[in-house]
C-alpha cells in the first residue's frame, strides 16, 4: 500500500516566501490525491519539486507516477528522495515496489531496497511482508520464511497461509535433494 509525506518536516521553515508556496503546493497536492485526483496532484507535487526539491514533494511525486503506471519516473523521484533523505524506509519500500512492477522487473533491486526498509523499520510488518514475498519469488525460501513469520509475528494474518506454502516447497525440495542423493548412491559405479 503506498502511503504520501506531509509537508513538515524538523528542518521545514516556512520563512522564504518560495518555501511557503512549495509547501502549500505540497498540501494542495495531497488533498487532490485523497480526493482521488492523480493527475492534479501530479502538477502539484511537480510545482513544489521546481520550487524545492524536498524528499517530501519527490516521495509524493513518485507516488503520482506510480499510479498512473509511470515506473520509471516513479523510480527517479523515489532514488532522489532517498539520496535526500536515505532513513526512509516507506521510500525505499515504494522504490522496490516500481522496480518489481515495471516492464522490465528487477527483483534484485527490489530486494537491495526492501532490505534496507527492513533494517530502518524492523518492526514494519508490511514491509517484512513484502521481503518475503520478494524473496520467495527468487527462490530464497529459507530467508522468506523467516520474514514471513516476521510479518505475521507483529500482525499480517495472510503471513499465515505463506508460511505453510513456503515450509511445503522447502520440504518439497529437501525430499527432492534426498531422492536425487539415492539415486545417485544406487548407481553402479563405473569400472575402470
Given at each position: 500500500m503506498l502511503g504520501w509525506a506531509t509537508s513538515t518536516t524538523p528542518n521545514s521553515s516556512a520563512v522564504n516566501p518560495a518555501e511557503v508556496e512549495a509547501m502549500q503546493c505540497l498540501e494542495e497536492g495531497t488533498q487532490k490525491l485523497e480526493e482521488g485526483d492523480v493527475q492534479a496532484a501530479k502538477a502539484l507535487y511537480k510545482r513544489s519539486v521546481d520550487i524545492k526539491r524536498t524528499a517530501s514533494a519527490l516521495f509524493n511525486l513518485g507516488v503520482t507516477h506510480y499510479h498512473l503506471k509511470e515506473f520509471d519516473e516513479a523510480i527517479a523521484a523515489w532514488k532522489e528522495a532517498i539520496a535526500l533523505q536515505p532513513s526512509?524506509?516507506?521510500?525505499?519500500?515504494?522504490?522496490?515496489?516500481?522496480?518489481?512492477?515495471?516492464?522490465?522487473?528487477?527483483?534484485?533491486?527490489?530486494?537491495?531496497?526492501?532490505?534496507?526498509?527492513?533494517?530502518?523499520?524492523?518492526?514494519?510488518?508490511?514491509?517484512?511482508?513484502?521481503?518475503?514475498?520478494?524473496?520467495?519469488?527468487?527462490?530464497?525460501?529459507?530467508?522468506?520464511?523467516?520474514?514471513?513469520?516476521?510479518s505475521k509475528e507483529y500482525g499480517v494474518e495472510r503471513a499465515a497461509m505463506h508460511i505453510r506454502n513456503v515450509s511445503a516447497k522447502i520440504l518439497g525440495k529437501k525430499m527432492k535433494a534426498a531422492e536425487e542423493s539415492t539415486k545417485q548412491d544406487d548407481k553402479p559405479e563405473p569400472s575402470s
Open positions: 526512509s524506509a516507506d521510500a525505499h519500500t515504494n522504490l522496490a515496489s516500481a522496480y518489481i512492477v515495471s516492464p522490465v522487473s528487477r527483483p534484485d533491486l527490489a530486494l537491495h531496497h526492501l532490505r534496507v526498509a527492513a533494517s530502518l523499520a524492523p518492526e514494519d510488518a508490511e514491509i517484512a511482508f513484502n521481503l518475503a514475498a520478494v524473496l520467495e519469488a527468487c527462490g530464497f525460501l529459507e530467508e522468506a520464511l523467516e520474514q514471513y513469520k516476521r
